[in-house]
């Protein structure tokens, strides 16, 4: 008789007994005071068992572990262990990670290189492949993935099916590489903001499963009537909580999940991870099972992931304990059975990434015209921009009255130049950041007042052969990103602190909050409304190059 | 571009437009007024479209087609094209069938049958592999089938995992050849009457997702908590729904199913079918929405089939239309978005199966012996039985005051002997009733007053080839069963008048209600607490042979 099922029968002591918790579950929405046991990493049973280790829970809340349903974990400027130590803190025990962006710029390897470093942690990393690299067929970046490049991940245990196909035009006209891809997994997730009405159908039937780019409640209602899971999202600056939480209840909560999408260390550091969005889903009123719901079973649910989401026979001893339910604090998480104590810190490896950008002398980065402008406008909390239309005359550039300020992308990967446009709301009156994350491609992106500091904080990128950086004249605070130019190689704690530290020197020159995060998102040329690459002003709506000075 | 795709985008014409009516929506539990357009066979989109046909549903609610999560198509006496027609009718769409009776008739041939049978109808009949034929290692009835017998059916479109495990011993010893069946599939469905504790969670533990036999609120909430699928059956004698249905809000209605399981003809074409189920369940007090939840998406998500289960982009057009939800009388069913309009009776296949009894001599059905017995008691609407002691002296049996009469097993497929128990409960007082359905090895049962009627009650059930019997005398009412002994080759309209017409003779010789469907799970060796078979009483919680009279 296998082990595991002796031990479910108590013909067997297990490995480890749990015992007096109130136990979150989600089959019912509900808790159970009961004892439940572990052997190899799986719950065998829930009740009276005996144990070669006993662990007293009485007196604390014990859930599921908590899954963040669709996350880059480049995006946290961690590498995967690191990332790994942090979350686990905050009771997350799976995370489902979109490794696009070191796609982007390193192709397969980087995928490669996720999967090995996921291994190293107890952490399950979970990864949906990359759709979309390049974002879009007129974005060069560092690589180029077609399907027969996905084709040869499938069958390997973690990788679970195909992550968020941002390229909602190709879908939408039956683009066949795309059509291929989508058909290599079961399950395909979806990114398509503000898509409705026949559009919105045309991709759902073409298998987008998931959505986590809603930012009203009537879209993110409309996509959950047409069959989408809904991921609430809540990152470092693209927070879409509270407006959509109304769309949960008991009944929508199985098709409701959390994702964090992209998440600083500093903000994992100091808020949380999902323990963060559970907190935050019911301080905005959600009953907290319907919160927990979402967190495990219904995440769980979405990738057809049926060894998790439960504490329930059969299913893997993941969870964390909390000493008061709707306060949720994380005491402590346990995976596979097991309690993930911080082992410290152990060095990343640190793949190869290109990195061969010019950068530009200032007269590169001039501007000139007058007229009407097009201004790429920040949503505060928002990753969508606006396209503001402004008056212009471009020897007034840079406006500070007006917080209009000069956007520059510079070409990573093959020398090439430098693309301009402006933008409202930084609020930098002096200085300049730059940094080497810069979705999707992750060419090198600035945003400044002084020409001479925006091209002085793109060189302080290159020099650090990828990076993120605060300039002012001579001042500098700068963090080295040594994977691939996306992630750091230092430990989580000190790339909390170092981002503290930009960003309070961005502050100090009058940036608003997260600025690297808004920063990172100037080129991105798959949400609206308008964006800036290297080739200049980019219009995401009519998907073409467009003028900075209209007409 | 795809034709579906186009046509989702609203690029081409749908095939087809139903507007006007008031569609429900399992993803909220709500209802939306709303037309959808359909294309080879699946919704393409919901809102204005332009079809080549237009239907006009104003006033009409839609609801999408309805599933049954377990069934033996077998136990409604029709062959599977007939009960297609029937359930068509009532809004069923898609059947989850466990060709159980067969395979343990006609072995593997007897799924084909099925498989080939059913691929005649617009009904979708979805198989789960039977899992224990035999049903315990002691029966031997007409086949067996290994691990290896069932891989050979992986991979058919229509076949989508491993019904109930039956055999609960088998699974908590670890049974090598159940456990390399249970490896074989993804889905599988558990059958565990009573079940609980410890060896409930080793059931689960070992791979049981379902069950359907719960006869008691806290047994189905128990498997629940333990992460199990609650299927509410409601069959002609095995009627859990009103016991059960305090189980089913919001939070578990999609973990919770209806089933019929076993419903013969005359019941289906009366009462309904899962259409009766959720009449049954409002009028116990259940949200029509939860109870169409249950019936459409729950059981589509249970067996993994997203393709089904809502009116949603990219799933099948299958629906039915009803005039007023509560009442629920469907008026309409659309498969594949094609309107399944009866094409009236086509005479099925009638498969080969072994008839090798003989028919016993009333000699050899006596019983001898005095003191305490132990008597089958039936148990009214449900398929368990209780192990009645009652002081017998088998001189005075049939005991028509007492109601205690003699049942007898005749071996079907060896010409062996029979076997004879007490039962309690059936109500005649004269006459016998015999048939060749007797789950799940299908030898011949009856049960009757005087032997001579017995013995002829089975002489008719064989001289029919198989088929069901009321004797008294000279008078014989009879229905054949061609189709293994187990289906009617009958139009489904005399198939329900031939039973109407057996239970009212039987009726008159003083039995109760459905008396076949009780007579059929006699020796049902799987279902506590005893049985009787062609070797005598059998308890079922100590599996093994007893001797009718204790001690």
Redesign the interface.
């Known amino acids: 008789?296998?082990a595991?099922?002796a031990a479910?029968?108590?013909l067997e002591p297990a490995d480890a007994v749990f015992s007096g918790g109130d136990v979150f579950?989600p089959?019912?929405?509900?808790w159970?005071r009961t004892d439940f046991a572990v052997r190899d990493g799986?719950?065998?049973?829930?009740?009276d068992?005996e144990g070669k280790r006993e662990y007293d829970l009485a007196g604390t809340y014990v859930v599921p572990g908590l899954i963040d349903a669709h996350v880059h974990i480049e995006s946290s400027l961690l590498a995967p262990a690191e990332y790994a130590r942090l979350v686990l803190r905050h009771g997350t025990t799976t995370v489902v990670a979109d490794p696009h962006e070191i796609a982007n710029v390193c192709g397969a390897p980087g995928i490669e290189y996720m999967l090995a470093e996921g291994a190293r942690t107890p952490l399950d990393i979970l990864v949906m492949l990359p759709s979309c690299v390049p974002a879009t067929s007129l974005d060069l970046g560092g690589a180029r993935l077609a399907a027969a490049d996905l084709a040869r991940f499938r069958g390997r245990e973690e990788v679970i099916g195909l992550a968020e196909v941002m390229n909602v035009p190709g879908v939408?006209?039956?683009d066949e590489d795309l059509r291929a891809k989508m058909d290599l997994f079961?399950v395909v997730d979806g990114h398509a903001p503000l898509l409705s009405?026949?559009?919105l159908?045309?991709y759902?039937?073409?298998?987008a499963?998931s959505d986590h780019e809603c930012t009203t409640l009537a879209e993110a209602?409309e996509k959950?009537?047409?069959?989408m899971y809904i991921m609430i999202r809540e990152g470092s600056t693209e927070q879409n909580l509270e407006v959509l939480l109304p769309l949960v209840?008991?009944?929508?909560?199985?098709?409701c999940c959390f994702a964090t999408d992209d998440r600083h260390a500093d903000m994992l550091a100091t808020k949380g991870h999902i323990d963060d969005c559970i907190r935050k889903a019911v301080a905005c009123g959600l009953r907290i099972?319907l919160a927990l719901?979402m967190a495990t079973l219904s995440a769980a649910?979405r990738f057809?992931l049926?060894d998790r989401g439960?504490l329930?026979?059969?299913?893997l001893a993941d969870f964390c304990v909390v000493d008061d339910p709707d306060r949720f604090r994380v005491l402590r998480t346990f995976k596979r059975g097991v309690e993930a104590v911080d082992a410290g810190y152990r060095p990343p490896a640190c793949p190869a990434a290109p990195l061969q950008a010019r950068v530009p002398e200032p007269r590169e980065i001039r501007v000139a015209g007058r007229g009407e402008a097009r201004v790429i406008g920040l949503v505060p909390g928002q990753i969508v921009t606006r396209d503001l239309r402004c008056p212009v005359d471009a020897a007034g550039v840079p406006d500070i009255s007006r917080d209009i300020l000069k956007a520059v992308v510079t070409d990573r990967y093959r020398g090439g130049g430098s693309g301009v446009g402006l933008v409202h709301g930084f609020g930098l009156r002096e200085g300049a950041i730059a940094g080497s994350v810069s979705h999707d491609s992750h060419n090198i992106v600035a945003v400044g007042v002084a020409d001479t500091d925006i091209v002085r904080a793109v060189g302080e990128v290159v020099r650090l052969g990828g990076g993120l950086a605060v300039v002012f004249g001579d001042e500098v605070t700068a963090l080295p990103l040594e994977c691939a130019g996306l992630m750091s190689a230092l430990p989580y704690e000190e790339v909390a602190r170092s981002l503290a530290a930009l960003e309070e020197h961005a502050r100090r020159l009058g940036a608003i909050e997260n600025s690297f995060m808004y920063l990172s998102f100037l080129a991105l040329t798959v949400i609206p409304d308008i964006r800036v690459t290297e080739r200049g002003v980019f219009d995401v709506r009519a998907f073409e190059d467009v003028a900075l000075f209209l007409g």
């Open positions: 008789m296998p595991g099922l479910a029968r108590g579950n089959f019912a929405c509900a159970e799986c719950v065998v049973g829930l009740g068992y939408l006209a039956g079961e009405g026949k559009d159908n045309a759902i039937y073409a298998g499963g209602r959950l009537l047409r069959g209840d008991a009944c929508t909560a199985p098709r099972e719901r649910d057809g049926h439960a329930a026979p059969g299913r």
